[in-house]
């Protein structure tokens, strides 16, 4: 089932823009151990740069959340700000935390993240899981999820680029879309992936617990018959998926109802491999050359 834990909580506070994030070191190099769970890859990290935490990386989210109870936890002040277009009548605001010196292995970034929930992943792994790392953290780095020895490598720019020329390797290139305050992001929104011998776009994104999910009008291209509108999801399968050189025969999806709510988080192409589906992988997430790469385990 496709999990939506990025809900938006309303709370108030002082006014003030969300900042970038430096871009990182290209020498960055080094690894650290995750554990995957209930279908999450949860690492550990530290916040301020010293309070220990985990957090969940997702590869397709567009940026950080972090939950309402860790503000309190770590004493970590709210801003909000309007969200674009702002006029002075109905508008939209973002209300998130600034945290400083997020620290996962050798990769640190202060970061604005927003308000979100991760109490259920927290009850399901019997621990507290302080947010998601989206986007915002892993731009402008090469990060490696070694699904088989449970590690996740943050690459230097020459072991990132090898790894284009390996053999047996599928490269895709990365995606480009803006943001709603007009920030351009790269994202693994990946072309030529073939679903039922039919390419698509499609989102890689270790922080969705799925196989394959799609959205109505993907599984109408697909020749599948979507949910009725504002229908729960339901379960079926594709005949064939290719990345690549690598062929996989009857794959579980999910398709989404429209209506749903489950579009904003399935990406521009309306189709999502999770990480049940890349867990068969080492999946390179080349953010600063803009590719991924992958070699079936």
Same mark, same amino acid.
């Given at each position: 089932?496709?999990?939506?834990?990025?809900? =938006?909580? #309303?709370?108030?506070? =002082?006014?003030?823009?969300?900042? $970038?994030?430096? #871009?990182?070191? =290209?020498?960055?190099?080094?690894?650290?151990?995750?554990?995957?769970?209930?279908?999450?890859?949860?690492?550990?990290?530290?916040?301020?740069?010293?309070?220990?935490?985990?957090?969940?990386?997702?590869?397709?989210?567009?940026?950080?959340?972090?939950?309402?109870?860790?503000?309190?936890?770590?004493?970590?002040?709210? !801003?909000?700000?309007?969200?674009?277009?702002?006029?002075?009548?109905?508008?939209?605001?973002?209300? !998130?935390?600034?945290?400083?010196?997020?620290?996962?292995?050798?990769?640190?970034?202060?970061?604005?993240?927003?308000?979100?929930?991760?109490?259920?992943?927290?009850? $399901?792994?019997?621990?507290?899981?302080?947010?998601?790392?989206?986007?915002?953290?892993?731009?402008? &780095?090469?990060?490696?999820?070694?699904? %088989?020895?449970?590690?996740? &490598?943050?690459?230097?720019?020459?072991?990132?680029?090898?790894? &284009?020329?390996?053999?047996?390797?599928?490269?895709? &290139?990365?995606?480009?879309?803006?943001?709603?305050?007009?920030?351009?992001?790269?994202?693994?929104?990946?072309?030529?992936?073939?679903?039922?011998?039919?390419?698509?776009?499609?989102?890689?994104?270790?922080?969705?617990?799925?196989?394959?999910?799609?959205?109505?009008?993907? %599984?109408?291209?697909?020749?599948?018959?979507?949910?009725?509108?504002?229908?729960?999801?339901?379960?079926?399968?594709?005949?064939?998926?290719?990345?690549?050189?690598?062929?996989?025969?009857?794959?579980?999806?999910?398709? !989404? #109802?429209?209506?749903?709510? $489950?579009?904003?988080?399935?990406?521009?192409?309306?189709?999502? %491999?999770?990480?049940?589906?890349?867990?068969?992988?080492?999946?390179?997430?080349?953010?600063?050359?803009?590719?991924?790469?992958?070699?079936?385990?």
């Amino acid at each position: 089932m496709l999990r939506l834990t990025l809900t =938006a909580l #309303a709370l108030a506070a =002082a006014l003030c823009a969300p900042c $970038a994030a430096a #871009a990182p070191a =290209a020498d960055e190099s080094g690894e650290v151990p995750f554990t995957f769970e209930m279908g999450f890859v949860i690492v550990p990290a530290k916040i301020k740069g010293k309070e220990p935490a985990e957090v969940i990386i997702s590869t397709g989210a567009e940026y950080s959340t972090l939950d309402f109870g860790m503000t309190q936890k770590h004493k970590l002040q709210l !801003y909000y700000t309007g969200i674009p277009p702002v006029t002075g009548h109905n508008d939209r605001t973002m209300t !998130y935390s600034k945290v400083p010196d997020v620290r996962v292995g050798p990769a640190a970034e202060s970061l604005d993240m927003r308000l979100g929930s991760t109490a259920e992943v927290s009850r $399901a792994v019997g621990r507290e899981i302080f947010g998601v790392l989206g986007n915002d953290f892993l731009k402008g &780095r090469a990060v490696q999820f070694d699904f %088989a020895k449970k590690v996740l &490598r943050f690459l230097d720019r020459p072991a990132a680029e090898a790894l &284009r020329e390996k053999a047996g390797a599928a490269v895709f &290139r990365m995606g480009e879309k803006q943001n709603e305050f007009g920030q351009t992001l790269t994202l693994p929104l990946v072309e030529k992936v073939m679903l039922n011998d039919k390419p698509a776009r499609v989102l890689l994104d270790t922080g969705v617990v799925t196989v394959v999910a799609l959205n109505a009008s993907a %599984a109408k291209k697909l020749g599948f018959e979507p949910p009725p509108e504002k229908g729960a999801a339901r379960a079926d399968s594709l005949r064939s998926l290719r990345l690549g050189p690598v062929e996989l025969s009857n794959v579980p999806v999910a398709l !989404y #109802a429209k209506g749903s709510g $489950a579009d904003a988080r399935l990406g521009d192409g309306g189709a999502l %491999a999770g990480s049940a589906l890349l867990q068969n992988f080492v999946a390179t997430f080349d953010f600063r050359g803009k590719v991924v790469i992958l070699e079936r385990i």
